[in-house]
């Protein structure tokens, strides 16, 4: 669950991170350049980033719809990963 919060925390930023190197690489980085920033449109986009990372990642998800999860166990002295077994 950490994860994915950190990987969303990650994308929501992602905005703010390019326009910093925008402001570092024109040589405005002053606290009047981030006084002015356009807060509202990064905010927006920092949004829209972080949706599209949720529906990127529900997509690449290979677990079948329907299934019942599987918890780790062990069997016959070895460790079985927790699974999604497919609906019968």
Same mark, same amino acid.
């Not at 350049?33 to 927006?44: F, S």
């Not at 529906?55 to 918890?71: D, H, K």
């Given at each position: 669950?950490?994860?994915?919060?950190?990987?969303?925390?990650?994308?929501?930023?992602?905005?703010?991170?390019?326009? #910093? @190197?925008?402001? *570092?690489?024109? $040589?405005?980085?002053?606290?009047?350049?981030? +006084?002015? #920033?356009?807060?509202?449109?990064? /905010? +927006?986009? @920092?949004? /829209?980033?972080? /949706? *599209? @990372? *949720?529906? *990127?990642?529900?997509?690449? $998800?290979?677990?079948?719809?329907?299934?019942?999860? /599987? &918890? #780790?166990?062990?069997?016959?002295?070895?460790? +079985? &990963? @927790?699974?999604?077994? #497919? &609906?019968?």
């Amino acid at each position: 669950m950490i994860r994915i919060i950190f990987t969303q925390l990650i994308l929501f930023l992602l905005p703010f991170l390019v326009y #910093a @190197g925008y402001l *570092f690489l024109t $040589n405005k980085m002053h606290r009047k350049a981030w +006084i002015d #920033a356009p807060r509202y449109w990064l /905010v +927006i986009a @920092g949004l /829209v980033v972080s /949706v *599209f @990372g *949720f529906l *990127f990642m529900s997509q690449i $998800n290979n677990n079948p719809l329907g299934g019942t999860y /599987v &918890p #780790a166990h062990m069997e016959n002295g070895k460790l +079985i &990963p @927790g699974q999604i077994k #497919a &609906p019968e």
